[in-house]
């Protein structure tokens, strides 16, 4: 990936990939990329590369593998073995495999091609002259993404085992409760049966924070997780008694009235009241 231009108006540095043709052609959906996370490995947030990029796929919606370098493809065979990741997994490739009867397109490309014919998009640009790519091209790329976003079902059951799930759930808690602290995430998470390791937990947390969906606030010697103000998946809550219905309003009001209303949660109150300049 070439790198960022010095100033705002020094010219375009020349496109590197694909993938940075996709980036630099500012498409409707939000994309990110792992190597634009530098610090996954501070203070151990995740043991390896491969744990990291494994949760960084399973938070967004759609996961776009580029095979031009040896870690694509690395990536491309890891998640195609994953129930979880393949099933919202696409391929972009060039048409140099297609004409190539490589391990490549014998192995991992076939294999995703026969659970579905459209997991795998082939386009004509020469990965080793990635100048030459089209806006034409990168424009019918983009459309591509943007139809497998749309197919993607609006509403999903809540698993207790998906990864993506317990992200979705975090971020509830936060938005019920205003801020929480990492102890208290990790135990309403075990209540509701996320069997979690507190360094996941601190992975998924540290993903969330630079996907911008929560930020944090220091109070005391206190360190609370906060809503943010982007919105990404919400939990639907219901009765599994038809007859019953859940009244989200009062359960926010009362999640809240929880820790407002005791003294010994007085940090939690100074740290929502603090100016939005100081978060972090």
Not at 32 to 50: C, Q, S
Not at 136 to 148: F, P, R, T
Not at 202 to 219: A, D, V
Request: net charge neutral.
């Amino acid at each position: 990936m070439p790198p960022p231009k010095p100033t705002a108006d020094d010219p375009d540095p020349p496109i590197g990939s694909m993938r940075h043709a996709i980036t630099n052609a500012w498409p409707e959906f939000r994309v990110f990329r792992p190597e634009e996370i530098k610090d996954w490995h501070t203070d151990g947030t995740f043991k390896d590369l491969v744990s990291f990029e494994l949760e960084l796929a399973a938070i967004c919606s759609l996961v776009v593998i580029v095979p031009e370098s040896e870690g694509s493809l690395v990536e491309l065979g890891a998640f195609s073995q994953l129930h979880e990741l393949s099933e919202k997994s696409i391929a972009i490739c060039s048409s140099q495999f297609a004409r190539d009867a490589s391990f490549i397109n014998l192995g991992i490309l076939r294999f995703l091609t026969a659970k579905n014919e459209s997991r795998v998009k082939t386009y004509p640009w020469d990965i080793k002259r990635p100048g030459s790519i089209s806006s034409e091209i990168v424009g019918d790329v983009i459309s591509d993404i943007k139809q497998e976003l749309e197919k993607l079902p609006r509403s999903q059951v809540l698993k207790i085992g998906q990864r993506a799930h317990s992200s979705i759930v975090i971020c509830e808690l936060l938005r019920f409760f205003v801020a929480l602290k990492e102890n208290e995430i990790y135990e309403y998470l075990g209540l509701m049966g996320f069997e979690l390791t507190k360094d996941e937990l601190r992975g998924k947390l540290f993903l969330l924070k630079n996907f911008e969906l929560i930020k944090t606030q220091s109070y005391s010697d206190a360190v609370f997780y906060m809503p943010n103000e982007t919105t990404h998946h919400k939990l639907r809550v219901a009765f599994q008694d038809k007859t019953k219905k859940f009244d989200a309003l009062r359960f926010d009001v009362q999640c809240r009235d929880f820790y407002k209303n005791d003294p010994k949660f007085r940090n939690w109150h100074r740290a929502i009241s603090q100016p939005a300049r100081v978060i972090l």
